[in-house]
């Protein structure tokens, strides 16, 4: 830190005298300075931000370079109303936007904020998991995307665009290492045109890490085992103690690996056909690394589950599976140790040919598959009770999309396309909790209390089409509509349960005929639009749209088949999501491309809003649905003064209201009281959340960041950019509990470059969250803590949040030949 801090104070020095620099150099030439123009493609064509009438923030190659957004949650850390919560099993993430967002404890539940990679669809949770790097851009669309977007957008679009070969040849190195987790990281990039028509480009990148982000710290614990059989017998059960070992002190110490080749073939200036393949692995030595207990449900302050203190620092507490279990355990390493283990691989073919001057066709040909498993201490912070489970789930999609689009000089122009996606989710896991243990049963089976094996194979078919219709010069008129036909199948069944569960649990052979849930699902949806935009003046944009969108409805292939329902299938399967609203802002660039000021407003319903409810006392899940609604204002703004070349002044204000509109009939958090408005109705305890705010949904959002690059000595160019996001207080769990808040907090990020004026070589500092503030981006209520539920005796559970990342500084050297 004194190295870090004497590095900072030079620079400031430094920073003293090159102003003088730059303002020399603006001097030279009346074109210098002025904002970067950055093209999206928010409506599948390539338009400036500045004239797309999307509320979007882009992130040029340029700013993904010097703040090191490679991957899905330092997206989120650079977009105010964005937020990225990493979880450990369902369907590995939260991610919200504008208040809306996907609970993460369901593996079958679709994220409502879109990933897109390349045109294509990536929106399962464990994207997150995926490490991307040469990007050339980043759009994140906020709100309902379902034209150009599909199904599964109902909150926004996350899309990224990686880099093709270009004309010239680009060879590139870059070495890092990261001071906290010990990380050593190397890229290589190696762009060849082979012929005036053909080019290739292959991207690597791989990192190690010897430490990691989060502190584990446990004691040795004792699970104490019974067989049931014997104590059925009248048997004292033959009690078995097992040695569970503290998780890996420094998490998750991460190992990954990923590349990518492109080939680019443009035989004329009509086709150009792109095809990426790309691979990805990772492996990180603790699956809910991440968990910490910040609120624990005790008026003393400690954990129910480890006995320690709860509170807002990077500490777990986690132990990994007794040796002597996981010998045999399904999909356990045979040390016991806990891990995630990821892996994925996609092909991406995009197609374009100019039929004539006016008509251009398109082609996105996708298959993308991924594999994750893992062990997991999953009562998320280790008691001598203890729960351990592993998982393996697979994803694979294949999608087809054909699109026309018109470019006439005339007033109307059409776009018009057609989309195909078949899909395949199959899971398993195996899970182990209070001390149960059958010895008449096989290896395998013997420590298990329950077993799930589930799939769901889905089949999409879907058309769209818009019509843009010039009014009159610079008032354009568009309207368009998906439909959307969609079919799942899906099958679940607990194969086995322990003798001790069996009055609890079904299993695949139960007499009462639900041991096996099939459901075949078919949906059907309709999803117009309309914008309406006027351009009163150049660099004036003004825009109003109404919009709606759809995502999928499901089942929870991690879900629990209970002998206390009487309907499983309705507990396992969910209905969709729909979106409707209106949205309208106003873009500007003024003072002769110095100023860019934007403005926009939005107001959404949400229809059947997909939550995930963990009951922890019993250690439940259920999907449920719930009406909602976001509405609010954003501001955002970016100077570059034309006097001193290579000064950037950005930022934004956001203010978001979401909460629900109609859900009488909620579940209530662990240990809700009634004076706290859980009721009991019809035997079962209920809340009304009506009115009441939704999960990770701030009223307060902002950011505020300064960049400067110049010039310096011979041939030299110096680069600085500090940036830091707010955002205020938010209740992290979906189900109205006030003891799951997270308060207002900031981040400050900041980096620092030195090199060649051509980009030859660099050497960068690039350090995040130096504020060093611990904050969630979900929760779960500990597992078997709290209890009383609708009574005066309610003890809360504890609350353990997806917690964020700690400080990191990393250094970077960079050499292009």
Known sequence: ?????????????????????????????????????????????EESVQTVPVAVTAISEKTIQQRDITSIEKIAAATPNLSVGRASNGSGAQLTMRGIGSSSTSIGIEQSVAVVVDGAYYGQGRVIQEGFFDLKRVEVLKGPQALFFGKNATAGVISLTTNDPGNDREFLAKAGYEFRSHQYQGELIASVPLSDTFGVRVAVRGSKMDKGFYKNVSVNRTYTTVDIQNLLAGGAGNATGHVATPAATDAPGEDEFIGRVTLKYTPSDRLTWTVKGAFDYSKVNNSSWNYGAYNCGLASGVSQLTGYKCGNDFVTHQNNIPTDIAANFPFSQTDGQLYNRYRSWAVNSNLVYSLSDDVTLSAVTNYNTNNNRWACACDFQSSNAGTWATENSSWKAFSQELRAQTSFDGPINLMIGGLYQKTKRDFEQYIMFAGLRDDTVSAQNRYLATTKTSFTDGETTALFGQVTWELVDRLELAGGVRYTHETKSSYFTQPYNNVGVQGI???????DGFGEIT?????DDWSPEVTLTWKPADGILVYGAYKTAYKSGGFSNGGINSKFSADPLADLTFNPEKARGFEGGIKSTILDNQLRLNLGVFSYAYDD????????????????TADARTKGVEAEFEYAPRALDGLNVHGSVNYTKAKYTNFPLAPCFAGQTPAQGCNTVAGVTRQNLNGKPLSVAPEWTGAFGVGYDAPVGDAMKFGINVDARYSGSYLASGFGNPFSVQKKYAVLDAGIRFGAEDDNWQIALIGKNLTNRFFVSGVVDGPSTGGGTGTAAGVRADQLGFGSMPRTVQVTVTKRF
Not at 609 to 621: K, T, Y
């Open 519 to 523: 459901a075949q699902q078919t949906f």
């Open 1 to 45: 830190m004194r190295a870090l801090k004497g590095i900072l104070l030079a620079t400031c020095a430094f920073g003293a005298a090159a102003p003088a620099l730059a303002q020399d150099a603006a001097q030279e030439g009346a074109n210098s300075g002025g904002l970067e123009e950055i093209i999206v493609t928010a409506r599948k064509r």
């Open 609 to 624: 809003l997909q939550v995930d409810f963990f009951n922890s006392p019993i250690f439940a899940f259920q999907t449920l």
């Open 505 to 511: 649990f079904r299993d695949k052979l139960d007499p």
